[in-house]
């Protein structure tokens, strides 16, 4: 759904060429059958890890989903979704050499916040949903850097 709404709401290319199906069809092969399952089994490993309410527990998640989890997950998106395409090794490479650093520092600005609310507020069981809210709106961005031929020059600007 968030690769149709990037589509539609954020392409110029749209009114001209209507809906990419396939493009939706393997954003949508990715997000269900890779990451849904990665988001929710990394949610209980990091309760497990750190069970605690504590401020230190708390700091623990949030710089392990920043640290390990981010950095996993954005590479996973740019290498599956790059395969699926149907790119070589080196247009694979290229893409994420090009695009993982600065979407990666776009989501540092964001997800620490968002993971401190989840984990400090938001009930386990309702950690997954949560996210998914949330990742709704982060993968329509994920979908207009990956359209772009090149990525916004963050880290440059840092």
Request: aromatic residues 18%; hydrophobic residues 45%; positive net charge.
């Amino acid at each position: 759904a968030a690769n149709v709404v990037q589509q539609v709401y954020f392409r110029d290319t749209y009114k001209q060429t209507g809906i990419d199906w396939k493009e939706v069809s393997r954003f949508l092969i990715y997000g269900g059958l890779f990451h849904a399952p990665l988001v929710f089994n990394w949610l209980r490993l990091a309760a497990r890890l750190f069970p605690k309410d504590t401020i230190k527990h708390l700091a623990a998640k949030v710089f392990m989903d920043q640290a390990c989890f981010a950095p996993m997950a954005l590479s996973a998106f740019y290498i599956g979704l790059s395969t699926l395409e149907g790119k070589d090794k080196e247009g694979i490479y290229k893409e994420w050499r090009d695009k993982f650093p600065n979407t990666w520092a776009i989501g540092f600005c964001i997800w620490p916040f968002l993971q401190t609310v989840n984990f400090k507020f938001v009930p386990p069981r309702l950690r997954p949903i949560y996210v998914g809210v949330f990742s709704f709106f982060w993968t329509t961005g994920l979908a207009a850097l990956k359209h772009k031929d090149n990525s916004p020059e963050i880290v440059k600007q840092l």
